[in-house]
């Protein structure tokens, strides 16, 4: 049920996982958070403590690497700065701290200071993960940046948020 895509039993899984097998639960933990279900984060930020940032960064790659960005999400700097919140926390959404600096970059850079928190808070994540977070960080951080530059430039989101 859980590999269908049902966000109760992928929960149970990662409930049931955490001790025996800690990657797997954190997988399942993001697929249910990004079902909405309750408890879910709470998981992925004890699971968190547990893992070396670079994998916890990696986990997060395989299970929402491949998501597709809606451009209506580009809309409006208040549905930007939602997306950034959801992935950051993982709830209703995938976590991914790339994908939810990307969207705090854009909406940072429209000026809301809302997004420019996520960004610190993100920052602030990565350095109390210890050694060697900022090293992971890096490359996923600056993906994170081109993407963001890219949709600032390529559909004009300045002119589009003058508005």
Do not use: C
């Not at 001790?19 to 639960?25: L, V």
């Not at 395989?62 to 939602?82: A, E």
């Not at 939810?100 to 990565?126: H, Q």
């Amino acid at each position: 049920m859980a590999r269908a895509g049902d966000g109760e039993a992928a929960l149970v899984m990662a409930e049931a996982l955490i001790t025996p097998a800690p990657e797997d639960a954190y997988r399942w933990a993001i697929l249910a958070g990004a079902s909405g279900e309750s408890g879910a984060t709470a998981i992925l930020d004890r699971l968190e403590k547990k893992l070396p940032f670079a994998r916890v960064l990696e986990l997060q790659a395989d299970v929402s690497g491949n998501d597709q960005h809606d451009r209506k999400i580009l809309g409006s700097v208040s549905s930007v700065r939602s997306e950034a919140a959801a992935r950051f926390s993982g709830r209703g959404r995938a976590r991914s701290y790339g994908t939810a600096a990307m969207w705090a970059m854009i909406g940072s850079a429209a000026g809301d200071a809302e997004a420019r928190d996520i960004l610190a808070d993100i920052t602030e994540r990565v350095r109390l993960s210890g050694d060697g977070a900022a090293d992971a960080w890096q490359s996923v951080e600056q993906d994170a940046s081109k993407l963001a530059m890219d949709a600032w430039i390529g559909m004009d989101l300045p002119a589009a948020y003058a508005k």
